[in-house]
């Protein structure tokens, strides 16, 4: 099935790449240590994607991430 593109705000660089991790199934602080950068700074962007994507979750917004072309399943 073709993905279904969503009418959403374009996500940033680093909040696909935070995404990324997410769909790997690391936790914020993990996603932190990785990027090098607080968990305060991870809830952020995960925040402003879930916005973004008008998310109620971050399962959900790395579904919508998905369905909108703007996250491959492939790094």
């Known amino acids: 099935m073709a993905p279904v593109l969503c009418p959403v705000a374009p996500l940033t660089a680093r909040e696909r790449e935070v995404l990324r991790w997410v769909m790997e199934g690391l936790?914020?602080?993990?996603?932190?240590?990785?990027?090098?950068v607080s968990a305060e700074t991870v809830k952020t962007h995960?925040?402003?994607?879930?916005?973004?994507?008008?998310a109620r979750d971050r399962t959900q917004a790395v579904v919508l991430a998905l369905r909108s072309g703007q996250l491959d399943l492939q790094p």
Request: hydrophobic fraction near 45%; avoid cysteine; charge should be neutral.
């Open 46 to 54: 995960i925040a402003n994607s879930l916005s973004k994507l008008g």
């Open 27 to 36: 936790s914020d602080s993990e996603i932190a240590r990785v990027l090098v």
